[in-house]
């Protein structure tokens, strides 16, 4: 795996942690009073744009993308550590314009869009101006299984026209979400895997209208959000497609591994935190008698949690290596092994955390509930855990045959 940072590296961290430390950190009960006290639920208080613009005065600014000149052009292995401390507080990724899932979107653009596609929407994105969107995901058919979409994108002249019923549209609520890229079926009979294609849809195109903000265990996620969203006779011009009619599954793999990773990056950051926070109660709380550190089954627990971070923070790793080293693609097991383990790991490490915490554990004193609700989110997002153990069986057997 990776020897020593580079220099210029290691200075980059040293920059970027204490921004977190002195910056970010105590920024968050400051951010939370005044999006609590905000008049509009899915707008960033304003501390928020203070602290984005002087991580971008700091060169903290699109630490996602490797090989790129809009950032430090860090490796996925790079990235790693950055990613994970940003998981630790809700909002602290966008002030580094490294959320999703404006990063898919934005290496979608990178990879396979137009010149003209990059101009549109690539670089108002990477400046962080504008915010995108992913519509995928249907609530009439399984989309775990993508081949299993209805949304149509049917050409007609110079343009396509799109009808679809999506939900999961993760971040259409911010007013500041431009544009969704939208998987739909551009030939229902073709070849299974070739009937899909991927479209760029303006959001203030007529015809497309956001239903409802979706709630996860209660929660609507603002300012991000997650949208339920109508797409009727919804009209776009042919040069918004990306990169050809049936190509839908070919950016979908390029997409999807990247932002996968970053997930379990963030949720280890989020596994941490909740690790944290259950030591500092064991250490200050008192039942029957004496601190809660000194009772076994706690101590045990905290043991266990320790031990599986640090498992899935080196599966993590070696899958960032092996990303850098031979490419998504031959990565594939190991991406989708992270995929499972972490978010499984995190769930288990947050809900001992809450159990330590008693009823403050559920309570919104405490970041826990809202932490499990991610989590536990985590284990359908990009792939439910079952297609995510299918595929590492089966590149497990193919060893064999």
Known sequence: MAGEQPQETSALKARFDKFMEERVAPAEPTYNLQHAAGADRWVHPPIFEELKAEARSLGL?????????????????????????MGRIPFAAELFNCSAPDTGNMEVLVRYGTEEQKRTWLDPLLAGDIRSCFAMTEPAVA?????????????????????????????????????????????PRAETHRQQSMILVPLDTPGVRIVRPLTVFGYDDAPHGHAE???????????????????????????????????????????????????????????????????SSLRE???????????????????ADMMDRVGNKAARSE??????????????????????????GVSDDFPLAAAYSLARTLRLADGPDEVHLETIAKLELRKYR
């Open 335 to 360: 991406i989708a092994m992270i995929k499972v383990i972490v978010p499984r790991m995190a769930c288990n490490v947050i809900d001992r955390a809450i159990q330590a915490h008693g009823g403050a």
């Open 229 to 295: 969203t109508i797409f009727e006779q919804v009209r776009v011009p042919s040069s918004n497609l990306l990169l050809g009619e049936g190509r839908g599954f070919e950016i979908a793999q390029g997409r999807l591994g990247p932002g996968r990773i970053h997930h379990c990056m963030r949720a280890i950051g989020l596994a941490e935190r909740a690790l944290e926070l259950m030591c500092r109660r064991a250490e200050s709380r008192v039942a029957f008698g004496k601190p809660l550190s000194e009772q």
């Open 143 to 187: 989309s775990s299984d993508a081949t299993n979409v209805e949304a149509t994108i049917v050409r007609d002249g110079d343009d396509y026209v799109i009808n679809g019923h999506k939900w999961w549209t993760s971040g259409a609520m911010d007013p500041r979400c431009k544009v969704a890229i939208l998987l739909g079926k551009t030939d």
């Open 61 to 85: 600014w699109n630490l996602f993308l490797p090989d790129s000149e809009s950032g430090p052009g860090l490796s996925n292995l790079e990235y790693a550590s950055f990613c994970e401390a």
């Open 301 to 319: 627990r905290i043991a266990e949690s320790r031990m599986e971070i640090s498992q899935a923070r080196l599966l993590t790793l070696h899958a």
